[in-house]
């Protein structure tokens, strides 16, 4: 059974309550003076106004507004009002007429050529098919919108995007990457002092730790985004971070305060006529209702949790009722109204499946069809090309001889400049290739030192006091005076090993980054003083020594210096590796510091990890604030890319 339902972000701006009203109350008195283009904007932003009030009234302004800019012609605010009006429908569960709408505005979008406002309406349409659980249609829509985002060098959109990818992970129980999405989002949130997306990456957060089992982690994120959205007066989005408490209590079982959390949620949903939402909390509440023995209540609340879920096509809460009521009627006894309760769960999961599976075929044989009018045009083009080739190459000859003569003229000046500019290039290449020559060879200089130290150390020196130990261990020696050699005898070897480790643990180079950090981490947490956990997600076991080298004395330069200055008692190091980069996040319950002083610091440990970074091309973010409690890092280094000498 699926429940705690996700935060998707769309593109919007937040205002107060107070604000929005006003705003309100002076558009309406604008509308009725209002005409032409200036009357559609006015309609717009009165259906965006209400959209947070009441869905129906806001759609009835965007039905108006599309109405007069059809009739206009205007395809840009044709587009912003089927987008509007679609969210209205989406904000109810009207998933069909969602689409619809959203669909429409996405084919003027691509007309007109409004890169970011098409990469916004991809967003929300990916959003849609979520909700629907059309779990690959939607990752389609929001990895085309991310690529738009990306290049158009948008940091608050692209956040928005990555987080709801890891909504559509999330659904498929790939919980611990959807931790490493929510947490990039979340950083480029931070950076940017976007504190809506912050509130709602802690909500995520809050939903995604429930299916960890790690409830209180749950409860402190729900919590959190609640105090954050009730402080940006962001009302709708209260019913979730409140659906997410309640359950975090139910999983801790205080069923008594889950109860009263779904009883908040319920009323705002109601209030916004969140019909999916409605859906899902009643099928939870049953759920309550079946552990605390009231069947008969939470037969009729999974009743009319099915109902609503049928009425708007939301099939994973249909299947969620289903297997709730085969377990409530179970429960109480009717055994033969289980087993048909859950038949008709085990059907519709298969026809979902049938459904999936005849979908994909229909992909596949369309794909084949349009690659077949694609080889018909292209002949058909071809065609007319030979057609024309000869007049064409007439008009060439003619523009190359005009352009010939006129290259004569100049050539001599392109010529000189060419090499000058040839040369400058060159000598600002020497010199950036010396520059990273010399940082390399220093730093490689100083690891091979340490490899040959630490051997040293290791296959010397201990070998040299396992000898001496077996020779002060016979008989013939003072008992005491052997037993006091032993034991000094065995911390220099200890020592020696530590030694040996920090130089070069030998790990790093046989096993990798991953097996390093963690035997790193193993050795500290046997002190007993703090407690360190390593994650890795798909990372590369390819990489160079240089760059396993480099970001291993980066992680272990920064978690001393946690354990010197911040008192931490907890550190999680998470490593995960995406297509183009490597992204590592370290992040501690410790005190918090100024960062301004860290960057302006010339002291040894800050210029070694700069130094590293520049060799290995990476970057580093520090989210840490005096006074308040935890900071994070997230180092980015790009993905090595082979080079073929020729």
Avoid at 212 to 235: G, H, P
Wanted: proline share 1%; charged share 25%.
């Amino acid at each position: 059974m699926k429940y705690l339902p996700p935060l998707f972000l769309t593109f919007f701006v937040m205002t107060s309550s107070f604000a929005q009203n006003s705003n309100i109350d002076s558009l309406r008195n604008i509308l009725p003076a209002a005409a032409g283009e200036s009357k559609i904007k006015v309609l717009l932003e009165l259906c965006w106004q209400y959209r947070f009030i009441n869905a129906d009234t806001a759609r009835q302004f965007g039905l108006k507004a599309l109405a007069l800019a059809t009739e206009a012609p205007n395809k840009a605010l044709e587009a912003e009002a089927l987008t509007y009006i679609g969210v209205t429908h989406e904000a109810q569960g009207n998933f069909k007429e969602a689409l619809i709408s959203e669909l429409r505005a996405l084919t003027l979008r691509r007309e007109i050529g409004d890169d970011s406002r098409t990469a916004k309406t991809l967003n929300d349409i990916g959003i849609i098919y979520d909700q629907k659980g059309d779990y690959q249609k939607s990752l389609e829509y929001y990895y085309e919108a991310r690529r738009i985002f990306e290049r158009l060098k948008d940091p608050s959109n692209t956040a928005m995007v990555i987080s709801n990818i890891g909504i559509v992970l999330k659904a498929q129980k790939e919980y611990k990457k959807v931790i490493g999405y929510y947490h990039e989002a979340l950083s480029i949130y931070k950076r940017i002092n976007n504190k809506f997306g912050i509130a709602a990456c802690d909500a995520n957060l809050g939903s995604v730790y429930f299916y960890l089992a790690q409830y209180d982690s749950s409860l402190y994120y729900s919590l959190k985004s609640t105090k954050e959205f009730e402080e940006q007066n962001v009302r709708q989005f209260l019913a979730m971070t409140f659906l997410n408490a309640g359950m975090a209590y139910d999983g801790m079982g205080q069923e008594a305060k889950a109860l009263d959390y779904l009883n908040r949620a319920q009323k705002i949903n109601e209030e916004y006529g969140s019909k999916k939402e409605i859906s899902e909390v009643l099928v939870y509440t049953a759920k309550i209702n079946r552990k605390t023995g009231q069947f008969g209540l939470g037969i009729t609340n999974a009743e009319q949790g099915l109902a609503i879920a049928e009425k708007i096509g939301a099939s994973e809460q249909i299947l969620s009722a289903r297997e709730e009521l085969s377990a409530l009627k179970a429960a109480k006894g009717d055994f033969k109204g289980a087993y048909d309760e859950h038949r008709l769960y085990v059907a519709l999961k298969d026809s979902v499946f049938q459904k999936e599976k005849s979908k994909q075929i229909a992909e596949l044989q369309t794909l084949y069809e349009t690659e077949k009018k694609e080889n018909a045009i292209q002949l058909l083009t071809q065609e007319n090309e030979l057609k024309d080739f000869h007049l064409l190459r007439i008009q060439f000859i003619t523009v190359l001889l005009a352009i010939l003569l006129m290259g004569v003229v100049v050539v001599g000046y392109l010529w000189r400049n060419r090499i000058k500019l040839k040369q400058q290039a060159e000598l600002e290449s020497t010199k950036a290739l010396l520059k990273d020559t010399q940082l390399q060879a220093v730093i490689t200089s100083q690891e091979d030192e340490r490899r040959r130290f630490a051997a040293d150390l290791h296959d010397g020196m201990g070998q040299m006091i396992s000898a001496l130990r077996l020779n002060l261990s016979h008989d013939t020696v003072q008992k005491n005076k052997v037993d006091e050699a032993v034991d000094i005898l065995n911390e220099m070897n200890v020592e020696i090993r530590k030694i040996a480790f920090n130089l070069m643990p030998q790990v790093l180079m046989s096993s990798g980054l991953t097996e390093a950090l963690t035997e790193f981490a193993n050795r500290i947490n046997r002190t007993g003083r703090v407690q360190i956990s390593i994650q890795a997600f798909d990372v590369n076991q390819e990489m160079s020594a240089q760059q396993k080298i480099a970001l291993y004395r980066i992680c272990q330069e920064w978690v001393n210096n946690v354990l010197k200055y911040s008192g931490a008692t907890k550190i999680s190091l998470q490593l995960v590796q995406h297509e183009d980069e490597l992204v590592t996040i370290i992040e501690d319950n410790g005190q918090g510091f100024d960062t301004s002083t860290l960057l302006a610091s010339q002291g040894n440990g800050w210029k070694n990890i700069n130094s590293r970074l520049g060799l290995i091309k990476g970057n580093i973010e520090i989210d840490s604030a005096k006074g308040h409690e935890g900071t994070t890092i997230v180092i980015t280094v790009p993905e090595e890319k082979s080079v073929i000498a020729s």
